[in-house]
């Protein structure tokens, strides 16, 4: 894992180069407040939490920074890097690899073992989109979980059903673990700012588990 990671680095900071030097480039950055932590239909930590991001894009190419912290005693830290490049198929297609690298606050980051990592692809197809992914850890670890998710956004309501084994079911076997409905909304504060503003309701079939968040982004 320890080599792993060292690649992951060599390889970001690589494609990061190519790309500056190729195209026009911009920075974001964002944090969301959410009502609860709920990750492919599972919940981290209790109570609400601040999920900061920033991102840097060239291109169809983007690497960021993902994190998520519980604002209660249960804190339930993650800090994630990413790297991704999207691919426009035309008809309002596109075709996005993710590489993601998970990592939660605790134990030593520089530790290779500490570390999991997710190769995703996602296809959109108009209001349609599939995503499949692989979550790897270390060979101690023996986690090597799949997930597939379907989405379908209908106007303002967006549908989406996923599956997964491993770490999202509570017998580690293969079933439905995130299925959902949710729309978005933003709030006029003043004549020059709107608040954005999110809510999902997520069923988990497989740990019989019902949740509502809403999130609101600045």
Partial sequence: MKKAFKLLVFGLATIFALNVQAQESSW????????????????????????PSVEFSTGGFAIGAWGSYGLTIDEAAEADLYASYGFDLGE?????????????????????????????????????????????????????????????????????????????TMDGDFDLCNIGIGTSKEIKITDSFSLPVSGTAILNPSSEQFHIVVAISL
């Fill in 28 to 51: 974001s950055t964002g944090v969301d407040f959410v009502s609860s932590y709920v990750w492919r239909g599972t919940k981290f930590g209790t109570g609400p939490a601040m999920q």
């Fill in 92 to 168: 309002s297609s596109s075709l996005t690899l993710t590489l993601t690298d998970y990592y939660f606050p605790g134990s030593e980051y520089f530790d290779g073992d500490s570390h999991f990592f997710e190769p995703m692809v996602s296809l959109g197809l108009g209001d349609f989109s599939l995503t499949a992914a692989y979550m790897k850890g270390s060979d101690d670890s023996g986690i090597e979980d799949v997930y597939f998710e379907a989405g379908l956004t209908a106007g303002a309501v967006n549908l989406f059903v996923g599956a997964g084994d491993g770490a999202y």
